[in-house]
């Protein structure tokens, strides 16, 4: 097979190194020269070229506006007449849309001497009145004939200074084209191609999942395996709890879709079946399939499936990793994976133990802390709650003013707004059971130290109910009432005296 090398002679290099120089020249001063005689030839080249196509836009109008103008006069040479003004008459019909009589703008560099570009109509003014000079010294008799045939003159003018133009651009343009620069490079083609597989009729249908309460679908996207620690305070993680409660009410849980679970039932290792699989359904190396398989196997995990739990996570990460090597990923996972020796085995089998070491471990303290909460809830756990000890009495909340000018509830004020965000809403809704949700949430010696600041800010105050026993509806509560203090007297009179 001949090779043919003979396009490498049309590269123009500027900074060859391999050129050789009288030994009293510089080689790197000579190079330097070499490089701006190169690069000032090409820009006067480009320019001329711009110049030359820039004048027949130019002369491209001017002919056709002396067509025109020849036209209108011919039009008008059998009557009789003034020529001059026949002229003038036939130089107006011929002028056209005024909007445009302006020329192009002008690339730049072009004609930059020259203040401003004048417009078509001045142009043809200008070359009437060089024909009606050139008619003048005629002192023919027909002077109507006279400017057509002046005008046909110019016309022939113009029409064989466009070809010169033209030759001349094509002699440029090919000197340009004849030399490979880095100008010249440019991207033959680019195609790519997606294939948007037919998805499942059951992956479109979300449905709830029975997910540990302590996992949520963000966790997921940031580090689903690992557990994190915020430092705050009881009464912060109880804010936190109640917003994220609020944020979450209306989420879907993640799960994964029927294609996902057909993919998890793929045996660890068989690579074949896996590659099988993904190349008869694309849509399986999405990001969601990957976030199903994960909470999968963690729910597997919980429920002492660890088998099934491990099958999750290896599967999901190898959609990831299929995924994560952009768009010809699948193919380069298989390949490296399949490769014997290859290091990618070794690092892809411990992602897959790490990931599962930890998910192992979190399964594992979820289970601790649900043992620990049964056992609290058979023993009772202690909890600081607001109650009425008098059932005459109500307690009620008072949220202080931001605006007051009080100095005392300017104080309260400020220790109002040291509170959690939570229990600062619970106090505006003035309901009392709402402020004991909080309180349930936080340590007893946190809440202690809340219901004082609450006391000693003013913030709760205790009223007497009062009863009108003139209605059934007092009289009923009325008997309630003493019956409970009669249960209270009759209890403290049954102790024990020692």
């Known amino acids: 097979m001949v090779l043919d090398y003979s396009k490498w002679d049309n590269l123009e290099l500027s900074d060859d190194s391999d050129i050789e120089v009288h030994p009293n020249v510089d080689k790197r001063s000579f190079i330097r020269a070499k490089q701006n005689q190169i690069h000032q030839e090409r820009f006067q080249r480009r320019h001329h070229i711009d110049t030359l196509k820039y004048e027949r836009v130019i002369n491209e109008g001017l002919l056709l506006r002396i067509d025109k103008l020849i036209a209108a006069l011919q039009a008008h040479g059998s009557s009789s007449g003034n020529a001059d003004e026949l002229v003038f008459q036939a130089l107006i019909e011929s002028a056209g849309d005024p909007a445009e009589d302006q020329p192009p703008p002008r690339p730049d560099g072009v004609h930059s001497k ?21 008619v003048d010294q005629s002192n023919s008799e027909n002077r109507c004939d006279d400017y057509v045939k002046e005008l046909k003159g110019h016309q022939s003018k113009v029409a064989g200074l466009q070809k010169e133009l033209q030759v001349k651009l094509n002699e440029l343009e090919r000197e340009e084209g004849r030399k490979i620069t880095s100008d010249s490079i440019h991207t033959g083609f680019d195609r790519s191609s997606v294939f948007k597989g037919k998805e499942d ?10 997910t540990v309460e302590v996992l949520n679908p963000g966790a997921f996207k940031r580090d689903p395996l690992t557990r994190t620690d915020t430092g705050t305070s009881s009464g912060a993680e109880a804010d936190i709890e109640e917003a994220a409660d609020e944020d979450t009410k209306d989420e879907e849980h993640i799960e994964p879709t029927k294609l996902g679970k057909d993919f998890s039932k793929i045996k660890a290792g068989d690579y074949q079946a896996c590659l099988r699989f993904i190349s008869e359904h694309p849509t399986v190396v999405a990001e969601r399939e990957t976030d199903g398989l994960l909470i999968e196997g963690f729910n597997s995990q919980i429920a002492g499936k660890e088998e099934h739990a491990r099958q999750c996570v ?17 193919r380069l996972f298989f390949k490296r994976i399949t490769t014997k020796g290859h290091q990618a085995q070794k690092v892809f089998v411990d992602d897959v133990n790490s990931t599962y070491a930890r998910i192992r471990t979190r399964a594992a303290e979820i289970a601790k802390d649900r043992a620990a909460e049964e056992a609290q809830d058979t ?28 100095e005392t509830e300017q104080k309260s004020r400020a220790t109002f707004e040291t509170f959690p965000p939570g229990l600062q809403r619970a106090l505006e809704s003035g309901s009392l059971d709402e402020v004991n949700k909080v309180l349930a949430k936080m340590s007893v010696e946190e809440a202690e130290e809340i219901v004082g600041q609450l006391g000693e800010g003013g913030m709760l105050s205790l009223e007497q109910h009062i009863i009108d026993a003139t209605t059934e509806e007092g009289q009923a509560a009325l008997k309630e009432l003493e019956a409970t203090e009669k249960e209270k007297t009759t209890a403290g009179g049954t102790e024990d005296p020692e």
């Open 379 to 406: 023993g009772g756990v202690e909890q600081i709650q607001l109650h009425a000890v008098d059932p005459g009495t109500t307690i009620n909340i008072v949220i202080p003013q931001p605006e007051s000018t009080d």
């Open 201 to 210: 009729g059951d992956s479109s249908k979300k449905k709830k999942a029975e």
């Open 314 to 330: 290896h599967q999901a990460l190898l959609l990831q990793y299929c995924r994560s090597l952009g768009r010809d990923g699948v």
């Open 114 to 134: 020259v203040d401003e570009q004048p417009t078509y109509s001045k142009m043809m003014a200008t070359l009437v009145d060089q024909v009606k000079k050139e």
